[in-house]
């Protein structure tokens, strides 16, 4: 552990970024080339970094790749995605090669908010008052927001429920927002903040917490592909039949319905698709993760966010249905120049039609890894690039990292002690 001097880290906030910088340097003994990966700017400034969040000493990047082959409504469309794990891009892209295109909907951008209410002497009469003013409570929210407004959005419906807790009865407020084109936190929070006084009143209890929720339930997103089987034989370049590998995929599908263990993998890969395109766009992957899972759960046992089943051609037809809230204006999205590229990329006009191209991503990273699974394991594709860097840590350079990569990838050892016993061997041949 390195004991650090801790005064200097007090009131750090108030530091300019070179200053933040030179004190880490001290503290943590950096070296000059260190020091420098701090101060090095990328496609996002020091200066953006700093408004963007707290305490900011350096930036940290991200690999930024586009996926290929998307026919999504019938239009081709590239997608970037900002990741660190090899095969993503990859594997999207060739799904989407595989498929016959995604057909996609979304639903109108509708966020809902909380609002907790404790120590009401009578709840259920509580929550009958409170939705008696609804239409002056539903105005308070209005004004909280005129450029929602000017829009098209707004507040929708207020609903609420009595909670029992184990703290006694609680009252929950739903406010329903329609947030157009944001992800809508900012929105929405303010106007259940706004609401909360008059709520009060209102009750005759007390207003706890004033939050949205990121169970986005009534904005969900659906993707749907087929892929045939001829397609399905040809990935496999002839080794399986093409309706062996349905059959294989749907027995995937079938194992993460049955257990949990594998269904939070399986969601996983779909998430390795989604949070990549989250990401690139400046959208929360956090809000967007949290929901994903929960949805998954949503009134039943944790199960795959996919359906995959066979249509009468006996073609493999995948599909998702998941809470997307993903935003186009606002927050990282407006502020990161490479959110604005992103978007620029991708060509879409409104919220909805971000969504629906995820879900899309969604399907797609779903299907292929199940299909790389179900036929020939997923190590191959992995290790193949995995070897390259595991080449370089080992000292290989130039040509020798493609000569100890594919020697390690044929043995079927991808490891640090088999690149140092290839790239030896390779120098040793070649005194
Ligand atoms: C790895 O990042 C994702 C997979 O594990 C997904 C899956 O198992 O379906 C390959």
Sequence with gaps: MIFMNKEKFREFYKKSVAERQQIVTEEFSLSPEEKALLQKEG?????????????????????????????????????????????????????????????????????????????????????????????????????????????????????????????????????????????????????????????????????????????ALHRKARAKAVWAKKMLEESTKG?????????????????????????????????????????????DFRAIESGAHSFAAYKKEYGPLTKFYKNKNGDLVGEIELPIATGLIGGATKTHPMAQLSLKILGVKTAQELARIIAAVGLAQNFAALRALATEGIQRGHMRLHSKNVAIMAGAKGKEIEVVSEKMVEAKEVNSAKASQILKELRERKK
């Design 43 to 215: 496609s996002l400034s020091l200066e953006i970094a700093n408004r963007m969040i707290e305490n900011v000493v350096g930036t940290f990047p991200f690999p930024y790749g586009v996926a290929t082959n998307f026919v999504i409504d019938g239009k081709e469309i590239i997608i970037p995605f900002a990741i660190e794990e090899p095969s993503v891009v990859a594997a999207a892209s060739n799904a989407a090669r595989l498929s016959s295109g995604f057909e996609t909907s979304a639903d109108e951008p509708i966020m809902i908010g909380q609002i907790q209410i404790v120590k009401c002497k009578n709840p259920n009469a509580a929550v009958k008052k409170i939705l008696a003013k609804k239409k002056e409570l539903l105005e308070i929210a209005r004004g909280a927001d005129v450029t929602l407004l000017n829009s098209g959005g707004g507040p929708r419906k207020l609903l609420g429920v009595v909670l029992p807790t184990e703290r006694g009865k609680m009252v929950a407020l739903q406010l329903l927002v329609d947030v157009r084109d944001a992800m809508g936190a900012n929105a929405v929070n303010t106007m259940l903040e706004k609401m909360a006084p008059r709520i009060e009143e209102i009750s005759g209890g007390q207003v706890r917490l004033r939050i949205i929720s990121n169970l």
């Design 239 to 283: 080794q399986m039949k093409g309706e062996e590998v349905v059959e294989a995929i749907l027995d995937a599908h079938e194992f993460a319905k049955a257990s949990q263990l594998r269904a939070t993998t399986s969601n996983k890969g779909i998430m390795n698709g989604i949070d990549a395109v989250v990401i690139a766009t400046g959208n």
